[in-house]
């Protein structure tokens, strides 16, 4: 069972459906990507955490809650 705070990197398997919250990136200077629509995503359990959906830099996400 995930809990609040656990990271990921871009390619894992997501272990538990929930939403996660952008921790760190390393975007390559994209102003779109500073969106808010870029800081949470849901994701569902078997899936791979995907890079910033702008300049498909490589980011840390953080687990928030289950969905």
């Known amino acids: 069972m ?3 705070g656990d990271t990921f990197n871009i390619g894992e398997i997501c272990l538990e ?3 996660y919250r ?3 990136r390393d975007c ?3 102003s ?3 969106s808010e629509d870029q800081r949470e995503i849901p994701l569902v359990k078997g899936k791979k955490f995907p890079p910033c ?3 498909k830099g490589r980011v840390i996400w953080e687990f ?3 969905a």
Do not use: A, E, P, T
Request: with cysteine.
């Open 17 to 19: 459906s929930g939403v």
């Open 2 to 4: 995930l809990k609040r």
């Open 53 to 55: 959906r702008n300049c």
């Open 32 to 34: 779109g990507c500073k």
């Open 22 to 24: 952008l921790k760190d």
């Open 64 to 66: 928030v809650r289950k």
């Open 28 to 30: 390559k200077g994209n």
